[in-house]
């Protein structure tokens, strides 16, 4: 079910927490809703849901305008990051609950419920009540329980982070696994950008409440359109730099300078990401620091008085104080307008 957000505005009295423009979250896939506390990724969740009512704008899904339905109404599964299960309630009465309140015959209930279970592996967990479940299974039983009732949309908010660092892997694995077998168009909510990169078929990255860019994961980290995203995407994450353009060149030292094919006017903030750097014959700095990340050596050095990091092989040794040339790998440089953060275009050459 494709869902078209028009114009979208909520705010609480003084605040303006949503203003989303035109937004479009495609059929049958895994979009994530992305961005750093308070930016408003749980208020357009409840709106999608009906938790909450927008101040203006619109909200269909597929041809139908649902902006004045209740929750209950629009065909939705919600999966919060408390669970929310009912304590008092086993497992499989958890999952049945929504289809009892619809009134659903007994044994498609069971065969439903069962279905459910199997799909999110707590098959043999039925008979259980959540207090006797760990967080991952919890958080299984909560997806099953939104999935029961065979919703157009699944919408999941920050359904992870109760979860120690090793659950939250094997569960983010297991929501697209769900996600991919069920078809199900589905939102999922996360302050994470390695959670969302790392499952996603579509980013929406938000800043205050506005949309900053929405695109596949890898193509939003490849191509920020903007400096906000160029940072937010990327562990360890981009550096920037002030360097002088003069006569078309970009003067990163006084011996490295890099031609440039960009026609700006006014100050430009280059962006460095650390995977940009190789080693060879072009600008020596001294390593102040090395970390090991997994097959990458990130060392630390100074430039133009700002602490730039490199992404180095591993299999190439290098300890603190080393001198180590450098060259730029383009594609990794970008370049923004000092004032709006706007990104601007053009190449480094080398
Ligand atoms: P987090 O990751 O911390 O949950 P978020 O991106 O989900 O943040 P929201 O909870 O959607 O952000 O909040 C967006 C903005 O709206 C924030 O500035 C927040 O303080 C404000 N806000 C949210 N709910 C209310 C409310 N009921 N009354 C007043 N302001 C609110």
Redesign the pocket.
């Known amino acids: 079910m494709e869902l078209h957000l028009e114009k979208l505005v909520k705010d ?2 003084e ?1 303006r ?1 949503l203003d989303t423009g035109d937004l479009t979250i495609q059929d049958g896939k895994l979009t994530g809703l992305l ?1 750093p ?8 969740l409840y709106l999608i849901s009906g938790l909450q009512s927008p101040t203006s704008g619109r909200i269909f899904f597929g041809d139908r305008d649902v902006t004045l339905l209740p929750p209950e109404k629009r065909g939705i599964g919600l999966v919060f990051q408390n669970y929310a299960l009912y304590p008092h309630m086993t497992v499989e009465q958890n999952i049945a609950f929504p289809l009892v309140n619809q009134k659903v015959k007994k044994e498609e209930i069971r065969e439903r419920t069962e279905e459910m279970a199997k799909l999110v592996q707590i098959g043999d967990l039925l008979k259980r009540k959540p207090s006797q479940l760990s967080g991952g299974q919890q958080q299984r039983v909560a997806i099953a329980r939104a999935l029961v009732k065979q919703p157009e949309i699944l919408l999941l908010d920050e359904p992870l982070s109760n979860l120690d660092a090793r659950l939250r892997l094997e569960m983010r694995e297991e929501i697209r696994r769900i996600q991919i077998e069920t078809g199900v168009t589905t939102v999922f ?1 996360t ?1 994470d950008q390695e959670e969302a990169m790392s499952i996603t078929d579509e980013i929406v990255l938000m800043k205050k ?1 506005i949309v900053q860019q929405q695109c596949a994961p890898q193509e939003m980290y490849l191509n920020p359109g903007n400096q906000f995203v160029a940072s937010f995407l990327g562990n360890p994450p981009i550096s920037y730099f002030r360097f002088p353009v003069q006569d078309g060149c970009l003067q990163i030292s006084d011996t490295c300078h890099l031609p440039l094919s960009l026609r700006h006017e006014g100050a430009v903030v280059t962006g460095i990401r650390p995977e940009a750097w190789r080693k060879g014959d072009g600008l020596a700095v001294q390593v102040q620091a090395v970390e090991q990340h997994g097959k990458d050596n990130q060392i630390t050095f100074q430039l133009a008085g700002t602490k730039a990091r490199a992404l180095l092989d591993v299999t190439e040794p290098v300890r603190v104080g080393d001198t180590v040339s450098l060259t730029l790998d383009p594609r990794f440089v970008y370049f923004f307008d000092e004032a709006t953060g706007t990104r601007l275009y053009g190449e480094a050459g080398q």
């Open positions: 609480f009295a605040v927490a961005g506390s308070g930016c408003g990724k749980s208020t357009l909510v302050h409440g």
